[in-house]
């Protein structure tokens, strides 16, 4: 992993894992274990796997969300239900959490799945906490999504990004879908990481990386492409919803992609404000959109997944 093994500290473990879930990161530390992100509902008993498996005989005591899009926090309930691990959440979204509000949480909005699940705690930028014996600033991270946190350990340069820094680039910016502002908070996200100490960035999706600068180069570019023209962003996020239900369905008939994709809030609203298309334009559209990119085919009139 190009470094990342001599920048790691040995109270860490990072579970890089497919695009459906988050990356899972483990704290092993002498007095108390914590998880950072859970990963999505369909793999909970997977990341329950992955973390039995490393603890061993020992608790999880503490589990902690970066923000809470089902495939951040997906297996919370599960490991929960397991471990009873003291659970915290951002502050922001503490009221939704406590009534279940599926529409204000985004899982009904986006046509994903999320297990109810409770939270001990809240989590709010500037809070400093004890991870894997080490201590971690959370700072807010807003653009992708205006909860986010990001955690920082000053003494390794460690920057745990969730969706707000990528290898190459960073999460759709739902905000700006709806007309709200997402393209100025996620600059300033991204100027705030630049302002830190970073010798090792582990992103909520693809592998941890070393080259902080380099990436925030591409994402500051990726960023001025898509505020030049708002549709952009919108187009991006139908392929990404697309996208997330064929990882987790892995076919759709293309019959069915249409009508499918007018069930998912966000999508139908970011195809009414932005790219007004019919149902079944919209549909190949899109599917063209993710075969061009290679990570979707077509065959006999199916859509199929294909892995990164």
Not at 205 to 220: E, M, S, T
Request: aromatic letters at 8%; charged letters at 20%; proline letters at 4%.
């Amino acid at each position: 992993m190009n470094g990342v093994a001599e920048l790691l500290p040995a109270s860490m473990r990072i579970f890089e894992r497919g695009w459906l879930s988050s990356n899972n990161i483990l704290f092993i530390g002498r007095g108390e274990t914590a998880l950072v992100d859970s990963g999505y509902l369909t793999h909970a008993q997977q990341t329950l796997a992955l973390v039995r498996h490393a603890l061993g005989e020992r608790p999880l005591d503490r589990l902690l969300n970066t923000h809470l899009h089902s495939d951040h926090c997906g297996g919370n309930a599960a490991l929960q239900a397991y471990y009873g691990c003291h659970t915290a959440i951002p502050v922001a979204e503490a009221a939704k959490v406590r009534a279940w509000d599926q529409e204000a949480l985004s899982y009904k909005a986006c046509g994903q799945q999320c297990a109810r699940f409770g939270f001990d705690a809240t989590l709010a930028p500037g809070d400093v906490l004890t991870l894997g014996d080490l201590q971690w600033q959370a700072l807010g991270a807003p653009g992708h999504d205006p909860h986010s946190l990001i955690l920082y350990c000053e003494r390794h340069g460690i920057v745990i990004s969730a969706d707000a820094l990528w290898e190459n680039g960073f999460g759709v910016i739902f905000p700006e879908l709806d007309g709200e502002s997402g393209f100025a908070e996620a600059r300033e996200t991204l100027a705030l990481i630049a302002g830190l100490d970073v010798r090792l960035v582990i992103p909520g999706h693809g592998a941890p990386f070393v080259d902080a600068q380099g990436a925030l180069a591409r994402a500051n570019a990726r960023l001025d492409y898509l505020a030049a023209d708002p549709l952009r962003n919108a187009q991006n996020a139908v392929k990404v919803l697309l996208k997330f239900l064929l990882l987790e369905r892995r076919s759709i008939a293309m019959a069915e992609v249409g009508a499918l994709l007018e069930t998912i809030p966000v999508v139908a609203r970011a195809n009414r404000r932005f790219l007004q298309l019919e149902a079944g334009e919209l549909a190949q559209w899109a599917a063209h959109a993710l075969t061009r990119a290679g990570v979707a085919r077509t065959e006999e009139g199916v859509l199929f997944n294909r892995d990164f």
